[in-house]
């Protein structure tokens, strides 16, 4: 039996059926096969190494390759529903002009990043002194491709900056399943080792989109109370007692 990651879990969630994806940085194709399997998705792929795609045109997927850094400027406005970019924006040279592009060429995008601000981050740094390598940044300094780690806050604010809407963020720990959170809560930016976030453009910048809370349930404006009726003052005759 195959062990789905759970961020891909979380992802297959909250991707609809039949929609059109792109995948950023999709490696050998894992997550668009399982994409195209469950939820019988439009699905393309971006990847940078010949050795990935290569494994994805071996599974039958739709593969590019290219540099999300510079060949996103290529896809047309609005070309896809969901844009995914999984655990990769830290490896970006210019990860606001990445994620700008994210939702200009779809509606929404799906976005994971590892959480430097994570408590087991901050311990190691404080008792040893050294960069940390824990079970979501495992590689040393001096290897690691990550150039641009962000905390939770570091990446709300930029997500604010760039005038983008959160309608879900969820967080994943230790292997544990997804848990929805609020992600500008202080306590969040200690408790989650990294965060996948449900991003679009503000409502204000997209007549069609249907307003949602933070966790993606749709926003119904809420009923206005009825205007209570005037009070009269009794009528002479009601003021008679009922002789019948």
């Known amino acids: 039996m195959t062990v789905i990651r759970e961020d891909f879990r979380e992802i297959l969630r909250l991707v609809r059926p039949g929609a059109r994806v792109l995948d950023v940085g999709c490696e050998d194709g894992e997550l668009l096969e399982l994409l195209t399997r469950e939820k019988r998705v439009d699905g393309q792929g971006l990847e940078i190494s010949p050795e990935g795609v290569a494994a994805c045109l071996a599974k039958g997927l739709a593969v590019v390759q290219g ?57 190691s740094l404080m008792t040893r002194g050294r960069m940390p390598e824990t079970r979501a ?30 309608d879900a963020c969820a ?20 408790r989650s080792e990294s965060a996948l976030f449900l991003l679009s453009r503000r409502a204000e910048d997209r007549p069609d989109a249907v307003p949602t809370d933070l966790f993606g349930e749709v926003a119904l404006p809420k009923a206005e109370a009825p205007a209570r009726p005037k009070r009269r003052g009794k009528s002479k005759a009601a003021e008679q007692p009922d002789l019948l």
């Open 137 to 166: 940044l495992p590689d040393p300094w001096w290897s690691t491709p990550n150039i641009h780690l962000c905390t939770l806050r570091d990446f709300t604010d930029l997500c604010e900056d760039l005038d983008l809407r959160i």
């Open 171 to 190: 967080a994943l720990t230790n292997g544990k399943p997804a848990r929805a959170i609020d992600p500008v809560k202080g306590l969040e930016n200690w």
């Open 67 to 123: 540099d999300g850094d510079r060949d996103l400027d290529h896809f047309p406005t609005r070309s896809f529903d969901y844009a995914i970019l999984s655990k990769t924006l830290q490896q970006m040279r210019e990860p606001r002009h990445v994620l700008s592009e994210l939702l200009r060429i779809a509606d929404q995008a799906i976005v994971s990043v590892p959480n430097f601000g994570h408590w087991r981050m901050r311990l």
